[in-house]
């Protein structure tokens, strides 16, 4: 499996991006499709998770500012994060994973894409 991450860039605060990760290689299976962060000087955390379209999971951070979407005709999810905030300045990485349990474990994801720089200035 194969992810490239896309869209990150440098906002003010309250603004908004889109991330997008493209999903090639193993989409015949059905994959959590993740999206966590790595903030500088800090363990990657856990932001937002997707179980072959079902039930969206999110960080505390996320809940109500980010929303997660597949589009699996197109393999990609997206990341649309809105109300940014200078705490949400990080590499954002998408990730994929083989089974709905444990989503929030960064350790257990086998597929990682590149990371997306978001800068978030106040």
């Known amino acids: 499996v194969q992810l490239q991450a896309s869209g990150g860039g440098s906002v003010q605060a309250g603004d908004s991006l889109r991330l997008s990760c493209a999903v090639s290689?193993?989409?015949?299976?059905?994959?959590?499709l993740g999206w966590f962060r790595q903030a500088p000087g800090k363990e990657r955390e856990f932001v937002a998770a997707?179980?072959?379209?079902?039930?969206?999971y999110y960080a505390e951070s996320a809940k109500g500012r980010f929303t997660i979407s597949r589009d699996n005709a197109k393999n990609t999810v997206h990341l649309q994060m809105n109300s940014l905030k200078p705490e949400d300045t990080a590499v954002y990485y998408c990730?994929?994973?083989?089974?709905?349990?444990?989503?929030?474990?960064?350790?257990?994801?086998?597929?990682w894409g590149q990371g997306t720089l978001v800068t978030v200035s106040s």
């Open positions: 990730a994929a994973h083989p089974s709905p349990s444990n989503y929030y474990n960064a350790r257990l994801y086998a597929y």
């Open positions: 290689g193993g989409t015949r299976y059905k994959l959590t």
């Open positions: 997707s179980w072959n379209g079902g039930i969206p």
